[in-house]
């Protein structure tokens, strides 16, 4: 999958959270959007909150806004152990929501960003091509 993208209220709040507490890397941005790189294979995309009725430009053609709105699930691959990861998550005030160990020997932790999408952190070993 090339890129995700999340629907956010406030942009800015969900930058910070994304920027400081995830520690992605913007790849770039403007008004309307920030582009993270996850893991050098993929791409997240917040976009603020915009009328779903009105196009968005972009260089190759202009699209619309889907109608999907609510939380959703987003695993982020991460190559630290689920002790660290929650650990660095809880000293940044992040709640924990959830915590599993997959049979091939990879971790998950689960927990919300500001807007309510629920986030999954996981280890190597979740499945057989990570």
Known sequence: MLETCLYVDD????ARFYEQVLGLKALTSDS???????GGRSVLLLFGAAPRSKPCACRAA?????TATGPC????PSRRKRCAMGRSLREQGVEIEGRTDWSRGGHSIYF??????LLELATPGLWATY
């Open 73 to 76: 699930t987003w695993p982020l």
């Open 32 to 38: 309307r959007f920030r582009a993270y790189d996850v």
């Open 11 to 14: 942009l800015d709040r969900a």
């Open 112 to 117: 919300r960003d500001p807007d309510g999408h």
């Open 62 to 66: 202009p699209f619309r806004r889907t």
